[in-house]
Each structure stands twice: as structure tokens, then as C-alpha cells.
């Protein structure tokens, strides 16, 4: 089936730093990738939704200019959490849309997340 | 997309069928019932979906009643390692994926 693959899975990082995580599609193309959040115990969040050659969509309450997102091809899409704050420390996971079986119908292939901490 | 409710949290024992129920009361015709699990600390790993007919996978059935308002995944002899997080997720294809608080599925020995 269809890999997505996720770097780093795990990162710590000193409050007020960058980070960036990317999210790859190994064997298909995806024209749109999807960003999560998961805090401990809870469900996974839409974040935002990545669109190649154009600007994310984000979802109310996430801000954009905290989380930035460039989906630059039809394999890569990039999260960089700006200047973090140990609030930031999550559990982010992507996911990319690809054709599932014969029939066309698409599933959701999700990355292996990354596990931020900011310290 | 329909909202979709599970049980918070099952017990299985460890060789047993696992029989997760989902209600999706409000499915319209075009969508299609997804399952995914998630296991500790790990990305949702995709289980099975369904239209409308059962389906069977190397994983997992799932069966759709014939109103398509409620589905069962079963696990036919669960593990100690399916325990997880199982996400039952209606929606269009090719549509993002709204994930609720899904049920905790234990397998004991």
C-alpha cells in the first residue's frame, strides 16, 4: 500500500526556537496532505489542510503564522512550529490521500508523527 | 461528513472476536464508513471501509446494517497487540478524516 513518511519522529527543541517536520508520500502523489495534533490521551485535531502550489487552509483556532506550512511538490509537505513554547509539545501527524484498491475510492495514509518537546 | 458514537472503552479476551460498534445515524448515501486504530504513540494505520456491502480484509470485517446507520468492525481473534485506539470515521471520498474520541479497545490474556 501507499507509505507516508514522517521526519523526525521525535525532536526536542529549547522554547523560542523553529522546528520543522516533513511529511513525504514514498509511492503516490498527493496533491492534499492534512496536519494533526494530538495531545496525550485525546483525540487527533485537524490542524490544517496542505494544498500543493497554494496556501494551507487552517482550521479555527490554529494560528498560521505559528504554524507554518508549505506544501512546495506532490510529495512533500513541511509543518514548521515557530519560535515554540512547551504548549507546542504534541504529538503531529500528517496524512496524505491516495487510491486504496481498484475501485478508485481514496484512504487516508498517515505518517508515523513526530513527537515534539519543547523544553 | 456524519458524526459518528463508540463506546469509550471494550475488554477483549485474548483469542476472542472483538465486535466494535459505531453508530452513524445521519450517514448520507455518499459516504462511506472508514476504520482506522491507532496504537501508543504511533501514526492511525488504516483497518478497512465500506459503502453499504460487508467487507472482509486480512485484518478485519466489517459489517454495515442494511440501513447503513450503524457498523461493526470485528476483529475475528484479537491479540495482545491490537489493543489500541479504534476510530470509526464517515465521510466522502477523498475527504479529510474528522476523527472522534473512538474506542479503547484492551485485549486481555
Known amino acids: 500500500g501507499a507509505v507516508v513518511s514522517q521526519h523526525p519522529s521525535r525532536v526536542i527543541c529549547k522554547s523560542g526556537t523553529s522546528v520543522k517536520i516533513e511529511c513525504r508520500s514514498l509511492d503516490f502523489q498527493a496533491t492534499t496532505m492534512f496536519w494533526y495534533r494530538q495531545f496525550p490521551k485525546q483525540s487527533l485535531m485537524l490542524m490544517a489542510t496542505s494544498n500543493e502550489g497554494s496556501k494551507a487552509t487552517y482550521e479555527q483556532g490554529v494560528e498560521k503564522d505559528k504554524f507554518l506550512i508549505n506544501h512546495a511538490s506532490l510529495t512533500l509537505s513541511t509543518l514548521t512550529v515557530t519560535s515554540a513554547h512547551p504548549e507546542d509539545s504534541s504529538f503531529y501527524i500528517c496524512?496524505?490521500?491516495?487510491?486504496?484498491?481498484?475501485?478508485?475510492?481514496?484512504?487516508?495514509?498517515f505518517g508515523q508523527g513526530t513527537r515534539l518537546t519543547v523544553v | 461528513d456524519a458524526k459518528t458514537t463508540q463506546p469509550p472503552s471494550m475488554d477483549c479476551a485474548e483469542g476472542r472476536a472483538a465486535n466494535l460498534p459505531c453508530n452513524h445515524s445521519t450517514i448520507s448515501g455518499n459516504e462511506y464508513v472508514y476504520w482506522y486504530r491507532q496504537i501508543h504513540s504511533q501514526g492511525p494505520q488504516y483497518i478497512i471501509h465500506g459503502l453499504k456491502n460487508n467487507e472482509t480484509n486480512e485484518m478485519a470485517s466489517l459489517i454495515i446494517t442494511e440501513d447503513r446507520k450503524s457498523s461493526t468492525l470485528i476483529l475475528p481473534h484479537a491479540t495482545l497487540r491490537d489493543t489500541a485506539v479504534y476510530y470509526c470515521?464517515?465521510?466522502?471520498?477523498?475527504?479529510?478524516?474528522?476523527f472522534g474520541g473512538g474506542t479503547r479497545l484492551m485485549v486481555k490474556p
Open positions: 470515521i464517515v465521510l466522502n471520498a477523498g475527504n479529510m478524516l474528522t
Open positions: 496524512s496524505a490521500n491516495g487510491y486504496a484498491d481498484r475501485t478508485l475510492n481514496t484512504e487516508a495514509f
